[in-house]
């Protein structure tokens, strides 16, 4: 099996020698394609109509210059890999869970969407933080059930047309409740809003608080209450099959026809 290794966070991220020592027990065909920085937030952007240069640091390990995670895919599977592109893309680990719809904007997961749309397996991988007791990230859980997530999923994913979303809990590694596949927890309203800056007009744009309520049986509750590893799978065919029934009668009002 041939790996294609990406992140958000960066080619010298630590997230990102976790995720090779993962690839390494699965496979001896590994790559590394990253950002030259953190592109955290970064999504499904491609850079397009600028320049990128690669960076080789090292055997199979690359650097793409102010590039995005879905850059990095493109130019490993499409160019770097020759006529044998990846079977598998691995996005991360990511230092910080991905979580309900704030996947929509995740880097990491963009990484392993384009790997899917690429034609590879895509798999995304978060070590969660908790962030009330310490911003200090302990990798064990990546580290300890990384790969055994992989072959599991590898084991039994079907034919569906999707990439996956995985995060691992924070907590001890002996504490771990096994994994579970679950659904994203869908947000009542976007958890990114304005945040000012004690620069005059200037602010962030963050997350104060997670909206409420919360979904039990979702990924954002699964993995913090029952120190789950989650499994999320997502559809690369995004159009709303309800909707597109709901739609199917309109017509455009003849008074409003030129």
């Not at 590394?32 to 937030?41: E, L, Y």
């Not at 384009?114 to 064990?140: F, P």
Request: proline share 6%.
């Amino acid at each position: 099996m041939r790996i294609l290794i990406t992140n958000d966070d960066g080619v010298d991220a630590p997230g990102i020698a976790i995720m090779a020592e993962i690839a390494a027990a699965l496979s001896d065909d590994v790559w590394i394609v990253a950002p030259d920085g953190n592109q955290s937030g970064a999504g499904h952007r491609f850079t397009l109509g600028r320049e990128l240069a690669l960076e080789q640091l090292g055997p199979k390990r690359f650097a793409v210059i102010g590039g995005s995670p879905a850059d990095c895919v493109v130019a490993g599977m499409t160019h770097l890999l020759g006529d044998r592109p990846a079977d598998l893309v691995l996005s991360g680990v990511n230092a910080g869970q991905n979580l309900g719809d704030i996947v929509n904007c995740s880097g990491t997961a963009a990484g392993a969407r384009e790997g899917a749309l690429q034609g590879a397996i895509g798999i995304a991988m978060s070590q969660a933080i908790d962030y009330e007791k310490s911003h200090t990230i302990d990798w064990s859980n990546a580290t300890r059930f990384g790969a055994a997530t992989v072959e599991a999923i590898l084991r039994s994913k079907g034919d569906e047309d999707v990439f996956y979303n995985v995060n691992f809990p924070a907590c001890e590694p002996g504490e771990v409740n096994g994994i579970a596949a679950v659904p994203h927890q869908r947000f009542s309203r976007s958890a990114f809003r304005y945040h000012p800056s004690d620069s005059h007009s200037a602010f962030y744009v963050s997350i104060p608080e997670t909206p409420q309520p919360l979904d039990p049986g979702a990924d954002f509750e699964i993995l913090r209450r029952q120190n789950t590893i989650t499994v999320t799978p997502f559809a690369l065919q995004q159009s709303e099959a309800r909707a597109l029934a709901t739609l199917a009668g309109m017509r455009l009002s003849p008074d409003r026809q030129s």
